[in-house]
């Protein structure tokens, strides 16, 4: 039973491109969260994505937007990036939006903004 | 706004003693209360979670963790630690009520356990 995926393992891009994130969850679950975890810090929720729709977000501003597809996968999308950016982004799955429900995280994927 | 304080960032325990983590938090009203734990160049995994009930949770790995209302408090215990349980841990708060903020989850810092052979 695979579970969460996460594509690429890691990524560098240059200040001002933009990045997409891939995430597959794991096998039933059809709720998808978003963290972004910087060096030596907690994750920092970003969004939430249920049924297609994002359901909550955190902090972040407008340049990170996401999607959810049919089949439950995710995509996370940063904009115009900042050096600011660089960090983990852990993609989470669980088997509803409730915040009761446990977190199934990815490995993550290591953005590097230069 | 939810809060969570890990006031230790390093924790140092010799392997067969007993480990103990500690969190504080900050939520309006009830709480849901989680612990992950997260090894190197890995995503967290999940450890236990109150939810209500029991004031002691028990989880994976013999860790368990006791809920304190009057505290606010919700410290990870372990009677007798492995080297195999050095990893980061992380505990993690969401309010226990339909509505803003409460789908997501707000992380502390984070502590780094080392359990010396």
């Known amino acids: 039973d695979a579970g969460v995926t996460q594509s690429p393992t890691h990524l560098i891009k240059t200040r001002g491109q933009q990045v997409t994130l891939r995430c597959s969850p794991k096998?039933?679950?059809?709720?998808v969260s978003w963290y972004q975890q910087a060096l030596g810090q907690g994750p920092q929720f970003i969004f939430q994505?249920?049924?297609?729709?994002?359901?909550q977000r955190g902090n972040f501003p407008d340049r990170f937007s996401g999607h959810q597809f049919p089949n439950y996968s995710s995509e996370l999308n940063v904009n115009a990036l900042l050096l600011g950016d660089s960090a983990l982004y852990l993609c989470?799955?669980?088997?509803?939006?409730?915040?009761?429900?446990?977190?199934?995280f990815g490995n993550g994927t290591r953005l590097t903004v230069t | 706004a939810q809060s969570v304080a890990q006031p230790e960032d390093q924790v140092n325990v010799a392997e067969g003693n007993p480990l103990t983590v500690k969190c504080t938090y900050s939520?309006?009203?009830?709480?849901?209360l989680f612990w992950y734990v997260q090894y190197p160049n890995r995503g967290l995994q999940f450890l236990l979670k109150?939810?209500?009930?029991?004031?002691l949770v028990k989880g994976s790995y013999g860790f368990e963790a006791e809920f304190n209302k009057s505290q606010t408090s919700f410290h990870l215990k372990k009677p007798s630690a492995l080297v195999s349980d050095s990893a980061l841990y992380f505990c993690?708060?969401?309010?226990?009520?339909?509505?803003?903020?409460?789908?997501?989850?707000?992380f502390g810092k984070g502590t780094k356990l080392s359990v010396i052979p």
């Open positions: 989470a799955s669980s088997l509803s939006p409730g915040a009761y429900s446990p977190l199934h």
């Open positions: 096998s039933g679950h059809d709720t």
């Open positions: 994505y249920y049924e297609e729709e994002e359901r």
């Open positions: 939520v309006s009203g009830n709480p849901y």
């Open positions: 109150y939810i209500t009930g029991d004031n």
């Open positions: 993690a708060v969401s309010p226990a009520y339909s509505g803003a903020g409460s789908y997501q989850l707000t």
